[in-house]
T-cell receptor, first 111, second 115 residues
Framework: QKEVEQNSGPLSVPEGAIASLNCTYS??????FFWYRQYSGKSPELIMS????GDKEDGRFTAQLNKASQYVSLLIRDSQPSDSATYLC???????????FGAGTTVTVRA | GAVVSQHPSRVICKSGTSVKIECRSL??????MFWYRQFPKQSLMLMAT?????????EQGVEKDKFLINHASLTLSTLTVTSAHPEDSSFYIC???????????FGSGTQLSVL
């Protein structure tokens, strides 16, 4: 079983719509969770970090964490063409910053 | 914000040669640096963890004699791919953990192509 699982997509949404990305993880003891955005040929850039159950909002992005279900999600509101990228879910299983990454979900925002 | 400089950004080499990749934290001291490898359309896979002044810790399946890591100072870690072969062609990315806020910062990545 993979440590971090994501739907690979591609997820295609029209401009202005909400993009919803999901991620599940296997290590129940994980305490910190991250969403990264990666453009083709570039390194990941941090969008959101979340540590507690519930929602965390930052601009057009909302991360949701449910530790009981071992599930973390990312919502992108008012999607823009510039949001087209691969979104990586990362989990810190041992609290030592040795992140485990999901395979990523490719998002395409149609103008 | 904190910056991690990684170079070269792209390297093409012949099979059998060695390639060195540098990762520098420019405005903070990095107690720990991580080296990842990413094949096309796949996720980042952690290769090794390096701490300043000590030997690197390699993940299972990563050959320590092939991927030499040197973390000589709090601002510099290097990854040397020795006797590179075409199957080593990949995107290599470093990340650094700061001493103050302990966030992770990623380098810009190095695309290695071995002919």
């Amino acid at each position: 079983q993979k440590e971090v699982e994501q739907n690979s997509g591609p997820l295609s949404v029209p401009e202005g719509a909400i993009a919803s990305l999901n991620c599940t993880y296997s290590d129940r003891g994980s305490q910190s969770f991250f969403w990264y955005r990666q453009y083709s040929g570039k390194s990941p850039e941090l969008i959101m970090s979340i540590y507690s159950n519930g929602d965390k909002e930052d601009g057009r992005f909302t991360a949701q964490l449910n530790k009981a279900s071992q599930y973390v999600s990312l919502l992108i509101r008012d999607s823009q063409p510039s949001d087209s990228a691969t979104y990586l879910c990362a989990v810190n299983p041992s609290n030592d910053y040795k992140l485990s990454f999901g395979a990523g979900t490719t998002v395409t925002v149609r103008a | 914000g904190a910056v991690v400089s990684q170079h070269p950004s792209r390297v093409i080499c012949k099979s059998g040669t060695s390639v060195k990749i540098e990762c520098r934290s420019l405005d903070f001291q990095a107690t720990t640096m991580f080296w990842y490898r990413q094949f096309p359309k796949q996720s980042l896979m952690l290769m090794a963890t390096s701490n300043e002044g000590s030997k690197a810790t390699y993940e299972q399946g990563v050959e320590k004699d092939k991927f030499l890591i040197n973390h000589a100072s709090l601002t510099l870690s290097t990854l040397t791919v020795t006797s590179a072969h075409p199957e080593d062609s990949s995107f290599y990315i470093c990340s650094a953990r700061g001493t103050v806020n302990e966030k992770l910062f990623f380098g810009s990545g190095t695309q290695l192509s071995v002919l």
